[in-house]
């Protein structure tokens, strides 16, 4: 099966201010996506059970590249620069939105 993603802004206010929630019940938020309901005052975080989940952040392409850097596990350039495009590609370059 193949993958979809859906790029949104986190909902600040949990599931309350989620445009995925639905109000189900009086005073219970439902999400259809995993098909689990939560109580006004449980909806006003982000449970850890939320399919949302956060983008990665971008990497830093500036510094020295030295043996040092590259002995103590650090990336080439070309990748940080590759995880930056695919975070654009993803994004519509504007992840920070």
């Known amino acids: 099966m193949s993958k979809s993603v859906l790029v949104m ?3 600040e206010k949990g599931c309350i201010s989620c445009p995925i ?6 005073s219970f938020i439902y999400c259809p996506i995993t098909g689990r ?3 006004d005052k449980e909806a006003e975080t982000i449970p850890d059970w ?6 990665p952040k971008k990497k830093k392409v500036t510094g020295i590249y ?8 650090g990336k ?4 940080k620069i590759g ?11 504007h ?3």
């Open 83 to 93: 995880w930056n495009d695919c975070i654009n590609a993803i994004t519509g370059g």
């Open 9 to 11: 802004k986190t909902p």
């Open 50 to 55: 939320c399919p949302l989940k956060p983008l």
């Open 76 to 79: 080439l350039p070309s990748y």
């Open 66 to 73: 030295n043996g040092e850097y590259f002995k103590a596990g």
């Open 95 to 97: 992840a920070d939105d």
């Open 21 to 26: 929630g639905r109000c189900y019940i009086e």
């Open 37 to 39: 309901c939560e109580s």
